[in-house]
């Protein structure tokens, strides 16, 4: 027989005192952590269907991922959607970054109906830089993240602030080149801006032009239109959506159940057809407004026309028939 665990933390499955493990979707912190294995085990040879792959597991369907820091010239913010966050995270490799990983510190998390939001105001983009020279750099911030409340438990929002970045550069590499200035002058220099490379913020400022033009993308592969026959279909139904007026919600009508009697049931009767007779005569003057409304100047002429000709002709008619029957009176 097995001796029971030393371990005093264990309980029996079968024991009074066993309790369920917490799943994961209560720790929203693990799930950054997960999302740091699968950037580690990324290689040289992770290509667009790998990222893609990456952007499914963590990041929602509608999810938006911004950007907030200031440069020289002034703040930036940038938000891309969720088809553009895959060649986000590939260019901040592609511009020589050998690893990257997110550290959270003293996180706040609240619980709503359908999402857990997750405060951290002490958060640390660490990112391994292997050229142009051995580089840490730390960049730190604000990073607040929305998960969904459910099994997957992806991100919907992402919204990083930056604050302040450091760039480490091993002691080691400046001893060995201490006797040459101008190594020393290129190693004080920074390689990245707010802590982000050129790669990124090249990629950020093409986004600020991509992201209104998913809508024609998603058209163009999904109807293999042209590019000037999705401009033109796109702006067609914005066009519609603004001229069209909105839809009049209808009140319900409650109807009252009346006794049935024979001389209110022939008085109801009577009461219905003349009821049903003015409404006949007045719902004929709105059809002919909406009629006016959609026909243009030039048909309602061209419809009117020949309702003209025909009752002048009547008119006619009548009037020289009366003129018969009157010259035959006289004659008599």
């Given at each position: 027989m097995s001796s029971t665990p030393h371990d005093p933390f264990y309980s029996s499955p079968f024991g009074p005192f066993y309790r369920r493990h917490t799943p994961y979707m209560v720790q929203p912190e693990y799930r950054v952590y997960e999302m740091n294995k699968r950037l580690q085990s990324r290689t040289e040879d992770s290509d667009n269907l790998w990222w893609d792959a990456f952007a499914t597991e963590f990041f929602e369907d509608d999810a938006t991922l911004t950007l907030s820091f200031c440069l020289e010239d002034g703040p930036k913010r940038y938000t891309i959607g969720r088809t553009l966050i895959p060649r986000y995270f590939s260019t901040v490799f592609e511009g020589g970054v050998t690893d990257l990983y997110y550290i959270l510190k003293h996180s706040k998390e609240s619980y709503h109906n359908s999402s857990i939001t997750v405060d951290c105001d002490q958060c640390a983009m660490v990112t391994q830089h292997g050229k142009?020279?051995?580089?840490?750099?730390?960049?730190?911030?604000?990073?607040?993240?929305?998960?969904?409340?459910?099994?997957?438990?992806?991100?919907?929002?992402?919204?990083?602030?930056?604050?302040?970045?450091?760039?480490?550069?091993?002691?080691?590499?400046?001893?060995?080149?201490?006797?040459?200035?101008?190594?020393?002058?290129?190693?004080?220099?920074?390689?990245?801006?707010?802590?982000?490379?050129?790669?990124?913020?090249?990629?950020?400022?093409?986004?600020?032009?991509?992201?209104?033009?998913?809508?024609?993308?998603?058209?163009?592969?999904?109807?293999?239109?042209?590019?000037?026959?999705?401009?033109?279909?796109?702006?067609?139904?914005?066009?519609?959506?603004?001229?069209?007026?909105?839809e009049p919600t209808r009140q319900p009508t409650t109807k009252r159940r009346k006794r049935k009697n024979s001389t209110s049931s022939t008085s109801n009767s009577s009461a219905g057809n003349n009821a049903n007779s003015t409404g006949s005569k007045k719902k004929t003057p709105a059809a002919n407004l909406s009629l006016s409304s959609q026909v243009p100047a030039e048909g309602m002429a061209a419809i009117l026309a020949p309702l003209e000709r025909r009752t002048r002709e009547r008119v006619d008619s009548r009037w020289g028939c009366d003129g018969g029957r009157r010259a035959n009176s006289d004659g008599r």
């Amino acid at each position: 027989m097995s001796s029971t665990p030393h371990d005093p933390f264990y309980s029996s499955p079968f024991g009074p005192f066993y309790r369920r493990h917490t799943p994961y979707m209560v720790q929203p912190e693990y799930r950054v952590y997960e999302m740091n294995k699968r950037l580690q085990s990324r290689t040289e040879d992770s290509d667009n269907l790998w990222w893609d792959a990456f952007a499914t597991e963590f990041f929602e369907d509608d999810a938006t991922l911004t950007l907030s820091f200031c440069l020289e010239d002034g703040p930036k913010r940038y938000t891309i959607g969720r088809t553009l966050i895959p060649r986000y995270f590939s260019t901040v490799f592609e511009g020589g970054v050998t690893d990257l990983y997110y550290i959270l510190k003293h996180s706040k998390e609240s619980y709503h109906n359908s999402s857990i939001t997750v405060d951290c105001d002490q958060c640390a983009m660490v990112t391994q830089h292997g050229k142009p020279m051995f580089t840490k750099v730390c960049t730190e911030g604000r990073l607040i993240l929305e998960f969904t409340f459910d099994d997957l438990m992806r991100i919907k929002t992402w919204h990083f602030t930056i604050r302040q970045y450091r760039e480490l550069v091993p002691r080691s590499i400046l001893a060995m080149h201490a006797q040459d200035p101008q190594v020393l002058d290129q190693l004080s220099k920074n390689i990245t801006r707010m802590g982000l490379t050129n790669f990124t913020l090249n990629y950020l400022r093409l986004c600020v032009i991509l992201e209104p033009m998913q809508e024609l993308m998603s058209r163009h592969k999904t109807y293999n239109l042209s590019p000037r026959d999705c401009l033109k279909t796109c702006l067609f139904q914005k066009w519609q959506r603004m001229v069209a007026p909105p839809e009049p919600t209808r009140q319900p009508t409650t109807k009252r159940r009346k006794r049935k009697n024979s001389t209110s049931s022939t008085s109801n009767s009577s009461a219905g057809n003349n009821a049903n007779s003015t409404g006949s005569k007045k719902k004929t003057p709105a059809a002919n407004l909406s009629l006016s409304s959609q026909v243009p100047a030039e048909g309602m002429a061209a419809i009117l026309a020949p309702l003209e000709r025909r009752t002048r002709e009547r008119v006619d008619s009548r009037w020289g028939c009366d003129g018969g029957r009157r010259a035959n009176s006289d004659g008599r």
